[in-house]
């Protein structure tokens, strides 16, 4: 962004049980004094395998976090430093606590009362073993009243171990973003073998870890500590502050409220797994938060870009709507149950709490760019019906048979070609179009009723509460690129979205099964899309990589960046290939 060593008391949060989630706390250094604290050489870089990182920059504060791999040592001192240069000769901060197993030996601490709009350096040390973390870099934010000419955030989600390497964290830790904006899905709970494997899995080294599904506290431990052991993910972190929020596979597939689509009666309670999946998140992505399940929170960059973190997942989320539950015996869709359901004005997807909290924050604040962090696509991605029931016939067959048919491709490439000439015509204004012809683009149903889609009422909810200001929406989720329009009932423009692709994950060309087809049915199928539906002005369904968003006083500036590979070792190249420009 443009724009001494002391005593020091440290208050330790309780550890507080809200709902039934347990959230490990975050240790406050506050601004009174700390103990003088003296580092003999050498130290050597030794037993923090997990590197450091830093999470939710404020304009006074900052959380820095490491783990200690502790051997058999029941509890551990460490100590740490921040300081304003890298060689720590200007140590503004300074302390030490202990960790031990009941943390799975992670330290997180809330450093309170810094200088605001400041870059930092920080690290942590064991002075008994002369053992030394690398040095993180980390930042505060300015001050709400100080006037700020650019804000640069790095902006991706959907980073699945199995499916390749994490190339897109080295790029983002080697660009020039101020902080980087996570948005879930930061690890996948799968068994070896399942979903994100692929022909590379193996020769890579990328085999999950532990090899089953992961359900209990251990198994979540273990995962993010194979996680944060990739030396890609650490440098991200090492170099960048996070601020992030969690998705669905941080518990499992397709949560929602009270249960996911990946978890059976068979693997005991879904409340204890999603209880102890959230205590190892809290535990290796501290928020500031630090209390409970509810993790919406704000981050002000000066007086440009009011940002707004917000759970559409575990907080309020009602299930998910299901269009194989609206099939009647002869295989028609029973459209008037679905529409009666699907617009029902009490479906939740952030509940009412989190909604009011959203409206006020956003009717206070004063800065330029109003922005959502949130995690699946808000823009409408309304598609020719015909389209979707030809789509899902394919996902079905791929489901069962390994494959779709062809005879299915080619069905559904003459729809998607007859759909798309209509649809051209109908844009041009041609006066012979019939009745028939405008029903067949016209008629459109929701493509992802996991996203806001399958909860428009509440999505109105959110438009209502802007009263004129615009906002900017940031989504992961999909594992690819796309930018739309906001558009609310009335079809009044009320924002703009942009959508990252995934850090590994694979996309929509792997749902379809065209990801071996080549590069001119990918680009053909992209075409389709942005065509039949309204509100989507560009998307990309094959390439991994992130979003980088520029904010001035009169635009924002969406680039995605994608990896020529994600499966070449020391890193594959990434490319800027699309820009995008909006203001307002």
Same mark, same amino acid.
């Given at each position: 962004m443009e724009s001494k060593s002391s005593r020091r008391s440290f208050l330790k949060n309780s550890l507080l049980v809200t709902g039934g989630i347990l959230i490990t706390p975050t240790f406050i250094s506050c601004s009174e004094e700390d103990p003088e604290i003296q580092i003999a050489p050498p130290l050597q870089l030794a037993n923090f395998n997990q590197g450091v990182a830093s999470f939710d920059p404020t304009a006074s504060s900052v959380i820095i976090w490491t783990r200690y791999t502790a051997g058999?040592?029941?509890?551990?001192?460490?100590?740490?430093? =921040?300081?304003?240069?890298?060689?720590?000769?200007?140590?503004?901060?300074?302390?030490?606590?202990?960790t031990d197993a009941s943390r799975d030996y992670t330290l997180a601490i809330e450093v309170q009362d810094l200088p605001s709009n400041q870059a930092f350096y920080y690290r942590f040390y064991n002075p008994l073993t002369q053992e030394v973390s690398v040095i993180g870099e980390t930042i505060t934010l300015p001050l709400q009243s100080e006037a700020v000419s650019q804000l640069k955030l790095a902006v991706c989600s959907c980073a699945n171990y199995a499916a390749g390497l994490f190339t897109v964290y080295a790029a983002m830790a080697n660009s020039d973003v101020d902080v980087i904006i996570h948005l879930g899905d930061y690890i996948y709970e799968y068994a070896v073998g399942e979903y994100g494997t692929n022909s590379h899995t193996a020769s890579l080294g990328r085999e999950h870890a532990p090899k089953h599904e992961i359900i209990t506290l251990a198994d979540y431990r273990n995962r993010y500590k194979q996680y944060?052991?990739?030396?890609?993910?650490?440098?991200?972190?090492?170099?960048?502050?996070?601020?992030?929020?969690?998705?669905?596979?941080?518990?499992?597939?397709? #949560?929602?409220?009270s249960g996911a689509e990946n978890h059976q009666t068979t693997e005991g309670s879904f409340a204890v797994r999603?209880?102890?999946?959230?205590?190892?998140?809290?535990?290796? =992505?501290?928020?500031?938060?630090?209390?409970?399940?509810?993790?919406?929170?704000?981050?002000?960059?000066?007086?440009?870009?009011?940002?707004?973190?917000?759970? #559409?997942?575990?907080?309020?989320?009602?299930?998910?709507?299901?269009?194989?539950?609206?099939?009647?015996?002869?295989?028609?869709?029973d459209a008037v149950s679905f529409q009666k359901d699907l617009f029902r004005t009490d479906r939740q997807l952030l509940g009412m709490e989190q909604l009011s909290w959203l409206g006020s924050k956003i009717s206070s604040s004063n800065a330029k760019w109003q922005v959502l962090g949130q995690q699946v696509l808000m823009t409408k991605m309304l598609m020719p019906a015909e389209l979707l029931l030809t789509m899902t016939t394919i996902l079905a067959e791929i489901d069962a048979l390994g494959s779709a048919r062809p005879e299915t491709f080619q069905q559904f490439q003459k729809v998607a070609s007859e759909l798309v000439a209509i649809k051209l015509r109908v844009l041009a204004k041609d006066p012979s179009l019939t009745p028939a012809e405008k029903a067949r683009v016209s008629t459109v149903m929701p493509y992802n009723l996991d996203a806001w889609d399958g909860y428009p009422a509440e999505r109105e909810k959110v438009y209502a509460m802007l009263n004129g200001k615009k906002i900017?929406?940031?989504?992961?989720?999909?594992?690819?690129? @796309?930018?739309?329009?906001?558009?609310?009932?009335?079809?009044n423009t009320?924002?703009?979205?942009?959508?990252?692709?995934?850090?590994?994950s694979p996309g929509l060309e792997t749902y379809l099964g065209i990801g071996d087809a080549g590069?001119?049915?990918?680009?053909?199928?992209?075409? =389709?899309? #942005?065509?039949?539906?309204?509100?989507?002005?560009?998307?990309?369904?094959?390439?991994?990589?992130?979003?980088? #968003?520029?904010?001035?006083?009169?635009?924002?500036?969406?680039? @995605?960046?994608?990896?020529?590979?994600?499966f070449v070792p020391n890193g594959g190249v990434l490319n800027l290939e699309k820009t995008v420009v909006e203001s307002f």
């Amino acid at each position: 962004m443009e724009s001494k060593s002391s005593r020091r008391s440290f208050l330790k949060n309780s550890l507080l049980v809200t709902g039934g989630i347990l959230i490990t706390p975050t240790f406050i250094s506050c601004s009174e004094e700390d103990p003088e604290i003296q580092i003999a050489p050498p130290l050597q870089l030794a037993n923090f395998n997990q590197g450091v990182a830093s999470f939710d920059p404020t304009a006074s504060s900052v959380i820095i976090w490491t783990r200690y791999t502790a051997g058999t040592a029941a509890v551990v001192k460490l100590f740490w430093e =921040i300081s304003t240069d890298i060689d720590f000769k200007q140590i503004v901060r300074q302390g030490n606590l202990e960790t031990d197993a009941s943390r799975d030996y992670t330290l997180a601490i809330e450093v309170q009362d810094l200088p605001s709009n400041q870059a930092f350096y920080y690290r942590f040390y064991n002075p008994l073993t002369q053992e030394v973390s690398v040095i993180g870099e980390t930042i505060t934010l300015p001050l709400q009243s100080e006037a700020v000419s650019q804000l640069k955030l790095a902006v991706c989600s959907c980073a699945n171990y199995a499916a390749g390497l994490f190339t897109v964290y080295a790029a983002m830790a080697n660009s020039d973003v101020d902080v980087i904006i996570h948005l879930g899905d930061y690890i996948y709970e799968y068994a070896v073998g399942e979903y994100g494997t692929n022909s590379h899995t193996a020769s890579l080294g990328r085999e999950h870890a532990p090899k089953h599904e992961i359900i209990t506290l251990a198994d979540y431990r273990n995962r993010y500590k194979q996680y944060r052991g990739d030396a890609d993910l650490k440098l991200a972190h090492q170099k960048k502050p996070f601020i992030t929020v969690w998705d669905d596979h941080e518990i499992a597939n397709d #949560t929602y409220k009270s249960g996911a689509e990946n978890h059976q009666t068979t693997e005991g309670s879904f409340a204890v797994r999603k209880q102890v999946a959230l205590q190892a998140y809290s535990e290796y =992505i501290p928020l500031k938060t630090g209390k409970d399940s509810r993790i919406n929170r704000d981050f002000h960059f000066g007086n440009l870009v009011s940002l707004y973190m917000l759970d #559409t997942r575990v907080i309020a989320r009602d299930k998910q709507l299901n269009y194989g539950d609206y099939f009647t015996a002869n295989g028609s869709l029973d459209a008037v149950s679905f529409q009666k359901d699907l617009f029902r004005t009490d479906r939740q997807l952030l509940g009412m709490e989190q909604l009011s909290w959203l409206g006020s924050k956003i009717s206070s604040s004063n800065a330029k760019w109003q922005v959502l962090g949130q995690q699946v696509l808000m823009t409408k991605m309304l598609m020719p019906a015909e389209l979707l029931l030809t789509m899902t016939t394919i996902l079905a067959e791929i489901d069962a048979l390994g494959s779709a048919r062809p005879e299915t491709f080619q069905q559904f490439q003459k729809v998607a070609s007859e759909l798309v000439a209509i649809k051209l015509r109908v844009l041009a204004k041609d006066p012979s179009l019939t009745p028939a012809e405008k029903a067949r683009v016209s008629t459109v149903m929701p493509y992802n009723l996991d996203a806001w889609d399958g909860y428009p009422a509440e999505r109105e909810k959110v438009y209502a509460m802007l009263n004129g200001k615009k906002i900017v929406a940031l989504a992961g989720d999909t594992h690819n690129g @796309w930018k739309g329009k906001l558009k609310d009932a009335s079809n009044n423009t009320v924002g703009v979205e942009f959508a990252t692709s995934s850090v590994t994950s694979p996309g929509l060309e792997t749902y379809l099964g065209i990801g071996d087809a080549g590069a001119s049915m990918i680009a053909n199928f992209q075409d =389709i899309l #942005t065509i039949l539906i309204d509100d989507l002005d560009y998307t990309d369904l094959s390439k991994r990589g992130y979003l980088k #968003t520029t904010f001035t006083s009169s635009e924002v500036k969406a680039e @995605w960046f994608y990896a020529s590979s994600v499966f070449v070792p020391n890193g594959g190249v990434l490319n800027l290939e699309k820009t995008v420009v909006e203001s307002f």
